[in-house]
């Protein structure tokens, strides 16, 4: 099976715009979940979406959003993006319909906000 | 608040020696751990779990350890291997809700 795969793999943005990241999970997994990197924070959990909904939510801020296609490709939006914004965002996948699932991560999205 | 915490950011050992990784979480609800490893420009990869029904997990020369009541799990690599030189996250998560990660320890094995 191919793995999770993350579009673009390095992107350079400014203060205020927008940006979004794409995640293909592994096929047959209906379970997506996004993390923000930074050094000395790990992995900090930003959202989950199982089927096309959003199942599980971190504390982030509304400017981080995102959704789940059919197909459970997934996408995650910033919006007015802030120079603190600027990490390796992850997503895995997972079959995500029993109670335990390990996940599968991608080899994430290096962000840049000057 | 970091309800997972990874105490040492960096761990160096000799190739051959035992390396041991340590792990706290405040959540008594945790029900299910996991460590990864990451290599750098790569994503995290599972390497073991536990549920908290046990207390000890072993895959090859990974063992898991969990101790419920101070709240401590510890992964132990025997022998070491300069291969295994990597940033080893673990992760904690309540049945059927996200998993929450800890900062990282840096391991390098030394040949």
């Known amino acids: 099976k191919a793995g999770v795969t993350q579009t673009p793999r390095y992107l350079i943005k400014t203060r205020g715009q927008q940006v979004t990241l794409s995640c293909s999970p592994i096929?047959?997994?209906?379970?997506v979940s996004w993390y923000q990197q930074t050094p000395g924070q790990g992995l900090q959990f930003l959202f989950e979406?199982?089927?096309?909904?959003?199942?599980n939510k971190g504390n982030f801020p509304g400017r981080f959003s995102g959704r789940q296609f059919s197909n459970s490709r997934s996408e995650m939006n910033v919006s007015t993006l802030e120079l603190g914004d600027s990490a390796l965002y992850l997503c895995?996948?997972?079959?995500?319909?029993?109670?335990?699932?390990?996940?599968?991560f991608g080899p994430g999205t290096r962000l840049t906000v000057l | 608040d970091q309800q997972v915490k990874q105490n040492s950011p960096s761990l160096s050992v000799q190739e051959g020696r035992i390396s041991i990784l340590n792990c706290d979480y405040t959540?008594?609800?945790?029900?299910?751990f996991l460590w990864y490893k990451k290599y750098p420009a790569e994503g995290p990869t599972f390497l073991i779990s536990?549920?908290?029904?046990?207390d000890k997990n072993e895959d090859g020369r990974f063992t898991v350890f969990l101790n419920k009541s101070a709240k401590h799990l510890s992964l132990h690599i025997v022998p070491s291997q300069p291969g295994d030189s990597a940033v080893y996250f673990c992760?904690?998560?309540?049945?059927?809700?996200?998993?929450?990660f800890g900062t990282g320890t840096s391991l390098t094995v030394i040949p």
């Open positions: 536990i549920s908290s029904i046990k």
């Open positions: 959540n008594s609800m945790f029900d299910y």
């Open positions: 992760a904690a998560s309540e049945t059927g809700n996200q998993f929450y």
């Open positions: 895995a996948s997972s079959d995500g319909t029993s109670g335990h699932n390990e996940q599968f």
């Open positions: 979406y199982f089927s096309e909904t959003q199942r």
């Open positions: 096929s047959g997994h209906r379970s």
